[in-house]
């Protein structure tokens, strides 16, 4: 069995690998927010929002890890773009959610759907590798 050290090492070694094949197919989801006018700040906005629900400025500054100047400027961004708006809260009139408009859920599902795309170095595994880092993979969170 591996001590500590040789255990941190090799950890190491799989986290530089993992991050670096983030990096190499960052052009390509680049390219996806590019084709859908959208920044990474917007696209983070959209996955947050839905069409229905809505979500408050306050909840959506605690789940960004920001102030409520930053998600109300988020906010307008989207709402510039048309697809987010502000509703009066049901229940608390002096609350605002915001809700997806029809476009903003059309984009945040094409989004999606694109992020989700198989990046073609994948496929580029055997099958056998591919599971066994299926398996490994689904023991991290997220």
Given at each position: ?142
């Amino acid at each position: 069995m591996a001590d500590d050290s040789d255990k941190t090492t090799v950890a190491e070694q799989v986290w530089r690998s993992m991050f670096g094949f983030i990096m190499h197919t960052r052009p390509r989801r680049d390219a996806v927010l590019a084709e859908l006018g959208l920044t990474p700040t917007e696209a983070k906005a959209l996955d947050s929002l839905d069409g229905e629900t809505g979500r408050t400025m306050k909840e959506l500054a605690a789940e960004w890890s920001c102030d409520a100047s930053t998600a109300t400027w988020t906010v307008d961004r989207l709402e510039r773009l048309h697809m987010a708006e502000r509703r009066p809260h049901p229940q608390d009139r002096r609350v605002r959610l915001v809700v997806l408009t029809p476009l903003g859920v059309t984009t945040k599902n094409e989004m999606t759907r694109e992020m989700n795309t198989t990046p073609p170095e994948l496929l580029d595994l055997d099958e056998e590798d591919l599971r066994a880092l299926r398996a490994l993979l689904s023991r991290l969170p997220g």
